[in-house]
């Protein structure tokens, strides 16, 4: 079993759609979790960072962790054509400032 | 966070040449690291490359192909050596942001192809 497991996608959705972006994870190590869009091209971009199970909304994007089934997600809500793009999650725990990276899945909001 | 830039942007290369990437960031860092991004894949970190000594790398990279300099807190290079068509990837550096938070912010990577 891999670390990190992430929806492969590809994910098309229509504009103003809620969007759900999840990873699954099975070391219980990991303390933080990050998502990061990258668009075509380009680096990886942080979205959003979180270390608490719970939400962490930042305007139309909503950061949930669940330490205890070892899930996170990440929710857009009003989706925008300018979303699309390849979302990664990624954690990191203990001493161990290592990232560890799912696969990523492509999102497309279509106008 | 921090400016990265990266050189360059994309390359075409021969097989059993080597390329040298490099990174600059515009603030000093304490940490920074390579990744290689391939195509339906997990960004893979490759090393860690620790200012005044040597570079630290993960299971399955050696200094030998992949050579690390860096020689001050704002710049890094990754030499990929004797490239073969497996080598064509995208090369990401990033720096961490220091602190107890464990992000990483990424510069905007090389493209790579080996033919």
């Known amino acids: 079993q891999k670390e990190v497991e992430q929806d492969p996608g590809p994910l098309s959705v229509p504009e103003g759609a809620i969007v759900s972006l999840n990873c699954t994870y099975s070391?219980?190590?990991?303390?933080?979790f990050m998502w990061y869009r990258q668009y075509s091209r380009k680096g990886p971009e942080l979205l959003m960072y979180?270390?608490?199970?719970g939400n962490k909304e930042d305007g139309r994007f909503t950061a949930q962790v669940d330490k205890s089934s070892k899930y996170i997600s990440l929710f857009i809500r009003d989706s925008q054509p300018s979303d699309s793009a390849t979302y990664l999650c990624?954690?990191?725990?203990?001493?161990?400032?290592?990232?560890?990276f799912g696969k990523g899945t492509l999102l497309t909001v279509n106008p | 966070s921090a400016v990265i830039s990266q050189k360059p942007s994309r390359d075409i290369c021969q097989r059993g040449t080597s390329l040298t990437i490099q990174c600059q960031v515009d603030?000093?860092?304490?940490?920074m690291f390579w990744y290689r991004q391939q195509p339906g894949q997990s960004l893979t970190l490759i090393a860690t490359?620790?200012?005044?000594?040597?570079?630290?790398?993960e299971s399955g990279f050696v200094i030998d192909k992949f050579p690390i300099s860096r020689p001050n807190l704002t710049f890094s290079t990754l030499t990929v050596s004797n490239m073969s068509p497996e080598d064509s990837s995208i090369y990401l550096c990033?720096?961490?942001?220091?602190?107890?938070?464990?992000?990483?912010?990424f510069g905007p990577g090389t493209r790579l192809t080996v033919l």
């Open positions: 990624a954690m990191a725990g203990g001493s161990n400032y290592k990232l560890t």
């Open positions: 490359a620790n200012q005044g000594s040597e570079a630290t790398y």
């Open positions: 070391n219980s190590a990991f303390q933080y």
């Open positions: 603030s000093q860092v304490t940490m």
């Open positions: 990033s720096v961490g942001s220091g602190g107890q938070t464990d992000t990483q912010y």
């Open positions: 979180t270390y608490s199970s």
